[in-house]
């Protein structure tokens, strides 16, 4: 998302939204990450099943699969 295909699909809307999502994604999964490096098993867990984490994976697929279809 941050290398060659910015600069060749970057400039449709629907980028800028999957990378938005992309990053919240990320932002998710790094909460999951520091919990399991702090051996918090149960509560990664939990947040893997949670509604804030599932969402931002919800949403980036969603976004990805519109962008797919405005970069054909």
């Known amino acids: 998302m941050h290398g060659p295909v ?3 699909d970057g400039k449709v809307p ?3 939204d999957a990378v938005a999502k992309h990053k919240m ?3 998710e999964a790094g909460k999951i990450a520091r919990l399991i490096n ?3 098993y149960s509560e990664a867990e939990r947040g893997l ?3 804030t984490y599932s969402s931002a994976s919800n949403s980036v ?3 990805l699969r519109i962008l797919k279809q405005h970069v054909k």
């Open 61 to 63: 697929i969603t976004a």
């Open 49 to 51: 099943n949670g509604s």
């Open 14 to 16: 629907e980028f800028s």
């Open 6 to 8: 910015k600069n060749t």
């Open 25 to 27: 994604f990320h932002v």
């Open 38 to 40: 702090a051996k918090k």
